[in-house]
C-alpha cells in the first residue's frame, strides 16, 4: 500500500518555488503551494515596475511544476499540534511537513512621524504598484526623495533619475554592504545620472511634501520612497514558534525548525542557529534548494546535511544602461573588486533572467539546480564570527 506525503509550501516566491519544485524529485509527495497573489513576483525588479519598464511577474505556469498544486490564499497560524495551516479564507490544509518560506516585508518605521502616511515603501508588489500609481501623478521635474542606501535604495534611486527624475537619496551609509571600490562605483554612477546623495542623515520626520533630516534640514518631496530596513511576516510568532529578534524562524543547520521536526524554513525567513544569512533572492534559492532537501533526506531514512551555501557577490543595477557587481568571499564578505558600467549591466540581466530561467528548470526536471557550498559557515560558526 502506498503512502502519500502531504508537504504545503507557505510562500510563493524565490524559495517557496525552488523548494516546491525540487520536492517533485519523488512521486509519493503531494506539494501544496500557499501563496497570497496568483503570479510569481519578480521582487529583483520592482524598482523597474515602478520606474514603467518591466512588470516584475511571471505566470506560475512558467516556474512552478505542473504537480504543484496552487492556493491563492494567506496562512494566518500554523497549528504545529496537529498538523494543520489555518488560511485568511476560513479554510486550512494538513500535512505532513510544512516549509516555511514567508520571505520578508518592506515596513515602513512607526517611530518616524508621518512616514506610515507618506511614505512609500517598495519591497512588495502590492507597494511598488501603489507608488507607480503615484509618480504618474508627479511631473518628471518634481523633486522625489529616497530614503535608505541599501541595494534596493540605490537601484531605485538610479533607475528613477535615469527616467529623468530629480531624485535625492538620504541615507546613514551609501552601500554599507560594499567594498570601498564598489561603493565608489556606485556613488560615481548616482552622480552621472543626477541623484543628490545625502550622507550620514537621519531622516526625523516624513510630510506629506516633504522630509525633515535630525540636523534640522528641510528636503522638498513629492514622493518619498522609504527602502530603509526589511522585516518579516509574523507567521511564525503568531503560531507560537520560537524566532529569533526580527520574527526569522529559529532552526538548526539543517533548516529544522527548532520547535517542531516537521516543520522547515527556507529563505528571508530562516535564522539558522539564531546566525541568518543576508536576505536576497541570491541565497533564498540555496536555502529552498536546502529545505527540500532536508525533507527528501528525512524521508529516505538519511541524516540531513548542514547548511553551508556560497555567497559570490552582489549585483547592482544603476539603470538599464550601468552597473556594479560587487565581488565576495563565499561567507559574503566583501572583496575590495568589483565590475563597473555596462558590462556591470549586462551581467546583472542576465542575472535577473537567469533567476527565473533557474526556476524553470527545476520545474521541468527537478534536482537540476545547485549551488556550491561556501566551507566556512560551521567553523566561523564555531568561532562565533560568521558575518552576514
Same mark, same amino acid.
Given at each position: 500500500m502506498s503512502t502519500t506525503t502531504r508537504v504545503v509550501v507557505v510562500g510563493g516566491g524565490y524559495a517557496g518555488v525552488?523548494?516546491?519544485?525540487?520536492?517533485?524529485?519523488?512521486?509519493?509527495?503531494?506539494?501544496?503551494?500557499?501563496?497570497?497573489?496568483?503570479q510569481f513576483v519578480e521582487r529583483i525588479r520592482l524598482h523597474q515596475l515602478v520606474a514603467g519598464n518591466d512588470d516584475a511577474i511571471e505566470d506560475y505556469s512558467a516556474v512552478l511544476a505542473d504537480s504543484v498544486k496552487l492556493a491563492v490564499d494567506c496562512a494566518v497560524?500554523?497549528?504545529?499540534?496537529?498538523?494543520?495551516?489555518?488560511?485568511?479564507?476560513?479554510?486550512?490544509?494538513?500535512?505532513?511537513?510544512?516549509?516555511?518560506?514567508?520571505?520578508s516585508t518592506a515596513p515602513v518605521p512607526a517611530s518616524v512621524p508621518g512616514a506610515a502616511e507618506f511614505a512609500y515603501p517598495l519591497g512588495e508588489f502590492e507597494s511598488a504598484n501603489r507608488l507607480a500609481a503615484r509618480l504618474a501623478d508627479v511631473p518628471l521635474q518634481a523633486p522625489i526623495v529616497v530614503?535608505?542606501?541599501?541595494?534596493?535604495?540605490?537601484?531605485?534611486?538610479?533607475?528613477?533619475?535615469?527616467? @529623468?527624475?530629480? =531624485? /535625492?537619496?538620504?541615507?546613514?551609509?551609501?552601500?554599507?554592504?560594499l567594498a570601498k571600490g564598489g561603493r565608489r562605483s556606485v556613488a560615481n554612477r548616482l552622480?552621472?545620472?543626477?541623484? /543628490?546623495?545625502?550622507?550620514?542623515?537621519?531622516?526625523?520626520?516624513?510630510?506629506?511634501?516633504?522630509?525633515?533630516?535630525?540636523?534640522? /534640514?528641510?528636503?522638498?518631496? /513629492?514622493?518619498?520612497?522609504?527602502?530603509? @530596513?526589511?522585516?518579516?511576516?509574523?507567521?511564525?510568532?503568531?503560531?507560537g514558534l520560537r524566532t529569533d529578534r526580527l520574527g526569522r524562524l529559529l532552526t538548526?543547520?539543517?533548516?529544522?525548525?527548532?520547535?517542531?521536526?516537521?516543520?522547515?524554513?527556507?529563505?528571508?525567513?530562516?535564522?539558522?542557529?539564531?546566525?541568518?544569512l543576508r536576505m536576497s533572492c541570491q541565497l533564498a534559492m540555496p536555502l529552498?534548494?536546502?529545505?527540500?532537501?532536508?525533507?527528501?533526506?528525512?524521508?529516505?531514512?538519511?541524516?540531513?546535511?548542514?547548511?553551508?551555501?556560497?555567497? =559570490?557577490g552582489q549585483c547592482i543595477s544603476l539603470g538599464r544602461h550601468a552597473g556594479t557587481i560587487q565581488m565576495a568571499?563565499?561567507?559574503?564578505?566583501?572583496?575590495?573588486?568589483?565590475?563597473?558600467?555596462?558590462?556591470?549591466?549586462?551581467?546583472?540581466?542576465? =542575472?535577473?533572467?537567469?533567476t527565473v530561467s533557474f526556476l524553470a528548470?527545476?520545474?521541468?526536471k527537478p534536482g537540476s539546480y545547485f549551488w556550491p557550498r561556501g566551507g566556512q559557515r560551521q567553523k566561523n560558526l564555531t568561532k562565533g564570527n560568521f558575518s552576514v
Amino acid at each position: 500500500m502506498s503512502t502519500t506525503t502531504r508537504v504545503v509550501v507557505v510562500g510563493g516566491g524565490y524559495a517557496g518555488v525552488l523548494a516546491a519544485n525540487r520536492l517533485c524529485q519523488r512521486a509519493d509527495i503531494d506539494v501544496t503551494m500557499v501563496n497570497p497573489r496568483p503570479q510569481f513576483v519578480e521582487r529583483i525588479r520592482l524598482h523597474q515596475l515602478v520606474a514603467g519598464n518591466d512588470d516584475a511577474i511571471e505566470d506560475y505556469s512558467a516556474v512552478l511544476a505542473d504537480s504543484v498544486k496552487l492556493a491563492v490564499d494567506c496562512a494566518v497560524r500554523i497549528d504545529a499540534g496537529v498538523r494543520k495551516l489555518r488560511l485568511a479564507s476560513g479554510s486550512s490544509l494538513d500535512y505532513d511537513y510544512l516549509i516555511y518560506a514567508v520571505g520578508s516585508t518592506a515596513p515602513v518605521p512607526a517611530s518616524v512621524p508621518g512616514a506610515a502616511e507618506f511614505a512609500y515603501p517598495l519591497g512588495e508588489f502590492e507597494s511598488a504598484n501603489r507608488l507607480a500609481a503615484r509618480l504618474a501623478d508627479v511631473p518628471l521635474q518634481a523633486p522625489i526623495v529616497v530614503v535608505g542606501g541599501g541595494l534596493t535604495g540605490i537601484e531605485a534611486a538610479a533607475e528613477f533619475a535615469e527616467a @529623468g527624475r530629480s =531624485v /535625492t537619496l538620504v541615507t546613514g551609509a551609501l552601500g554599507p554592504s560594499l567594498a570601498k571600490g564598489g561603493r565608489r562605483s556606485v556613488a560615481n554612477r548616482l552622480t552621472k545620472l543626477g541623484v /543628490t546623495v545625502l550622507d550620514n542623515a537621519t531622516v526625523t520626520r516624513v510630510e506629506k511634501d516633504g522630509i525633515l533630516l535630525r540636523d534640522g /534640514t528641510r528636503i522638498p518631496s /513629492t514622493a518619498t520612497v522609504w527602502t530603509a @530596513g526589511f522585516g518579516v511576516p509574523t507567521l511564525a510568532a503568531d503560531s507560537g514558534l520560537r524566532t529569533d529578534r526580527l520574527g526569522r524562524l529559529l532552526t538548526d543547520e539543517t533548516l529544522t525548525s527548532v520547535d517542531d521536526p516537521t516543520i522547515i524554513a527556507a529563505g528571508d525567513a530562516a535564522s539558522p542557529s539564531g546566525v541568518p544569512l543576508r536576505m536576497s533572492c541570491q541565497l533564498a534559492m540555496p536555502l529552498g534548494s536546502h529545505a527540500a532537501d532536508t525533507l527528501l533526506a528525512r524521508l529516505d531514512g538519511r541524516k540531513p546535511k548542514d547548511l553551508n551555501p556560497a555567497s =559570490v557577490g552582489q549585483c547592482i543595477s544603476l539603470g538599464r544602461h550601468a552597473g556594479t557587481i560587487q565581488m565576495a568571499h563565499f561567507n559574503d564578505e566583501a572583496l575590495p573588486m568589483h565590475i563597473g558600467g555596462r558590462l556591470a549591466a549586462t551581467i546583472k540581466e542576465s =542575472v535577473c533572467k537567469g533567476t527565473v530561467s533557474f526556476l524553470a528548470k527545476e520545474a521541468r526536471k527537478p534536482g537540476s539546480y545547485f549551488w556550491p557550498r561556501g566551507g566556512q559557515r560551521q567553523k566561523n560558526l564555531t568561532k562565533g564570527n560568521f558575518s552576514v
